[in-house]
C-alpha cells in the first residue's frame, strides 16, 4: 500500500514528460494518489492530455492561471467529481524569455506585472479556491528556484518572481494552517526543462552548480519527487511554511 493511497491531488503545470510537475505525478500515482490535470491552453494541451490518461487520469481541465473565473471553475469542477483533494501541486512560471537574457534594468513593467501574477499571485489564487475542498487539511507545495534568494546570472526578474513566491508560501502557512493544511516550497536545483531552456545561460549555470554542490552533480527530477512526496504524505505532518532544498547541497556553499 502506498503512502498516498486514498489521497487525491491536484497537479498544476505539466508542459511535458520532462517536466518537474510531471515526476511528481508519477511518483503519487505509483504510492497511490488519484490524480487531477490543468492545462494553460490548447499548446500544452496536446502534451498533457496524452500523459495524464497514460497513467488513468480522466480530471484533466483547462485552467488558465490569470483568470479568477477559470481558477473558480477548475475548482467547482473537481469538487463536483471528487467532493475533496488532500494535496495541491503548484509547478507554474512564467516571464517573458527576452526578461530572461541581459540586465535587469530592461525589465518592463508589463513583463513584471505578468511574472508576478502567474509565477507568485496564482498560488494565493489556487488556495483561495482549494480551502473549501481540503475539509480534512491537506497539503500545498510550489516548485522554487534559488535564484529567489541569491543573484543568478540572467534570472532577472523570475528572481524576484520566486522571492514573492517563497514569502506567499509563509504567509499563507500561517494563514490556512488552523484548518489543518499546510504550505511549502521545494526548491530544486537546475534541471534541464521547458521552463528552464528559457533563461540565458543555463548551461553554465549547471555546469557550476555540478563542480560546486556537495554531491558535486546536478540534480534529477525524480530526486524532486521523492521530497513532493514526502511534503504530500502525513511523514511531513509537522512541516509547514518551509522552502525545502533539492539541489545537491549547492545551497550551503559560500565560496
Known amino acids: 500500500m502506498g503512502i498516498l ?21 508519477e511518483a503519487f500515482k505509483r504510492e497511490g494518489a488519484e490524480l487531477a490535470f490543468t492545462y494553460a491552453n490548447e499548446t500544452v494541451a496536446k502534451r498533457v492530455i496524452p500523459l495524464a490518461e497514460s497513467i488513468g487520469s480522466t480530471l484533466i481541465l483547462p485552467c488558465d492561471v490569470r483568470s479568477d473565473d477559470e481558477v473558480r471553475d477548475t475548482f467547482a469542477r473537481i469538487g463536483e467529481a471528487w467532493g475533496g483533494i488532500d494535496c495541491l501541486v503548484h509547478s507554474i512560471a512564467f516571464a517573458n524569455r ?36 481540503m ?36 504567509y499563507l502557512a500561517e494563514t490556512v494552517g488552523p484548518e489543518g493544511v499546510r504550505v511549502n516550497a521545494i526548491s530544486a536545483g537546475p534541471i534541464k ?36 512526496l514526502y511534503l504530500a504524505s ?14 545537491c547541497g549547492y545551497n550551503i556553499i559560500g565560496l
Open 5 to 25: 493511497q486514498g489521497k487525491k491531488a491536484v497537479i498544476f503545470g505539466v508542459a511535458n514528460e520532462k517536466s518537474i510537475a510531471w515526476a511528481v505525478a
Open 98 to 133: 527576452e526578461e530572461l537574457k541581459g540586465s535587469f534594468l530592461n525589465t518592463s513593467r508589463e513583463g513584471f506585472a505578468m511574472a508576478l501574477d502567474i509565477s507568485a499571485y496564482s498560488l494565493i489564487a489556487l488556495v483561495k479556491e482549494a480551502m473549501p475542498l
Open 135 to 170: 475539509k480534512e487539511g491537506g497539503s500545498v507545495m510550489a516548485m522554487t528556484y534559488y535564484g529567489g534568494q541569491k543573484v543568478f546570472p540572467n534570472y532577472n526578474v523570475m528572481g524576484v518572481a520566486k522571492a514573492a513566491l517563497e514569502m506567499s508560501v509563509r
Open 193 to 228: 526543462t521547458l521552463a528552464s531552456a528559457g533563461v540565458g545561460g543555463f548551461n553554465q549555470i549547471a555546469g557550476h552548480v555540478a563542480e560546486k554542490a556537495p554531491l558535486r552533480r546536478n540534480i534529477t527530477q525524480e530526486e524532486v519527487a521523492g521530497a513532493a
Open 234 to 247: 502525513d511523514l511531513s505532518r509537522g512541516v509547514t511554511g518551509e522552502v525545502h532544498f533539492v539541489d
